[in-house]
């Protein structure tokens, strides 16, 4: 064994040995697009949560994807929350669905960006409402996943926030109280948007890592991106914290400013 490769196992020894001191965990976890080649990664991540007893996991899904929807046969008997913009849904049975995925998600004009397939296909209506018989919750991901900070209209704001969830509700028929702010950084939200979110939903999540245990605030969920390419040691680091300490000042800002 190369002296690199014992010097990368010790650190990876005495950085679980200090994770394993932090105690059990509460995190959240984000998904987007579940590819037909991940359905296999994602359901062997699932079954290392299942027999993780320091991690204690919630499932989430942003933007509303086909493939989110496809997924929830690997979730088995665990329950997600699905978090959508009403404005991808309503384009699953058309073609207007590629030019929204483009400039509303991807944000970019190159249409030559991105190879469209059915990954990144919009769900359907019919899609949330067996999700929602199956027991699984639907939140807002506002109406067209816009920076909330970029918006400087109070109307506008409103339309984006409130109305995306009454829409869902009239919809689905069911209560809307989880909302999920698109792009999650601490540059996508301001003070002005926390204040409508607070009048309209019970929860609001992040896209900023961190251990939500001990965390009262409710709209300050910290979430973990998760990519299922990398290997299960790697994810396990994410879970445990390993770069918690790399979000400490974003996470202190979005609490000060969601007060």
Not at 91 to 100: G, I, L, S
């Amino acid at each position: 064994m190369t002296y690199r490769a014992l010097l990368k196992r010790y650190l990876w020894r005495m950085t679980a040995q200090l994770l394993a001191k932090k105690g059990p965990q509460q995190r959240v976890i984000i998904f987007h697009d579940i590819h037909a080649f991940q359905e296999t990664l994602l359901r062997n991540f699932l079954s290392f949560l299942d027999v993780s007893t320091a991690i204690q996991t919630t499932i989430t899904f942003d933007d509303g994807f086909h493939s989110s929807y496809r997924a929830i046969q690997a979730l088995k008997n665990r329950k997600a929350i699905f978090f959508v913009s009403p404005e991808f849904i309503n384009r699953a049975h058309t073609d207007r669905w590629q030019e929204f995925f483009h400039y509303n998600l991807l944000r970019t004009e190159d249409l030559r960006q991105y190879e469209l397939e059915r990954a990144v296909r919009p769900a359907s209506w019919d899609d949330l409402r067996t999700l929602v018989k199956l027991g699984h919750a639907i939140g807002s991901h506002t109406m067209t996943h816009t920076r909330l900070s970029k918006i400087r209209s109070q109307k506008e704001l409103e339309y984006e926030i409130i109305g995306s969830g009454d829409l869902i509700e009239d919809m689905l028929q069911v209560k809307v109280d989880h909302f999920a702010y698109p792009f999650g950084d601490i540059d996508s939200i301001d003070e002005r948007a926390y204040k409508i979110i607070k009048r309209r939903y019970r929860t609001c999540f992040t896209g900023i890592r961190g251990n939500n245990i001990g965390n009262e605030n409710k709209y300050t969920q910290w979430r973990d991106p998760i990519d299922l390419g990398c290997p299960i040691k790697y994810q396990e680091f994410l879970l445990q914290g390993g770069f918690d300490w790399y979000y400490t000042s974003q996470r202190s800002r979005l609490a000060a400013l969601s007060q």
